[in-house]
């Protein structure tokens, strides 16, 4: 499970570059789908998604753990087991309370993170983009939405799982070319929270026994 979680969470796939955005094939319904809910996700000041991660080999999931994921603008912070991702807007934070590793870098402009919103994103140059009818999720009856890559990147296909209604995530699969699969289910949505000032900041002095690396 561990490297499991290193893997999409702590580390980031590399993604198609921009000018293969020509390629892409697009269908008009998904996009909107996909628009309206980036729309309202980004109208709120913050939100807040608690969602179970669920990971397995062969494309079936074996393990599930909580996890929990607060966005503001452009930063984030992503729990899950004794993993913890911070991004301040400027640098990403990835801290291992296991090994007692902090790790710092810069974004990567052609990666993208596993998380809850992270694909309302780069589909727009990444992925040809196709609906696939309704399914019903945990009770939902979602839309149904398909994400291929234009260019290898070591994903084979990303699920994408949308409450119309609500214009919100319901659940995110994203499965790997080596049979890896990571889900994100919502299980719970709050927005336009009174967040700490300081929940997006890595304090350093919290930290003092772990190993900081900044790359």
Request: aromatic residues 12%.
């Amino acid at each position: 499970m561990k490297n499991i979680i290193s893997k999409v969470i702590l580390g980031s796939f590399v993604v198609g570059a921009v000018g293969m955005a020509n390629a892409q094939k697009i269908d008009a319904k998904a996009k909107k789908i996909l628009d309206d809910i980036t729309a309202n996700y980004n109208s709120k000041k913050n939100s807040y998604f608690k969602f179970s991660f669920g990971s397995g080999l062969n494309g079936q999931v074996n393990k599930t753990e909580p996890g929990i994921y607060y966005t503001a603008g452009d930063k984030y912070k992503l729990k899950i087991m004794d993993t913890e991702q911070i991004f301040d807007g400027n640098k990403i934070y990835n801290i291992n309370a296991d090994d007692m590793e902090v790790t710092i870098a810069k974004p990567n402009g052609n990666s993208a993170m596993f998380s809850p919103i992270n694909y309302l994103t780069t589909y727009r140059n990444e992925y040809n983009v196709t609906y696939n009818g309704k399914k019903t999720v945990n009770g939902v009856n979602a839309d149904f939405i398909k994400l291929t890559p234009v260019k290898a990147n070591g994903i084979q296909f990303v699920y994408i799982f949308v409450d119309s209604a609500k214009k919100q995530m319901v659940k995110l699969e994203q499965h790997g070319n080596n049979k890896d699969v990571a889900v994100i289910a919502i299980k719970e949505y709050k927005e336009n929270q009174d967040l700490d000032p300081n929940m997006f900041v890595f304090d350093k002095n919290k930290f003092k026994n772990y190993v900081i690396t900044e790359l």
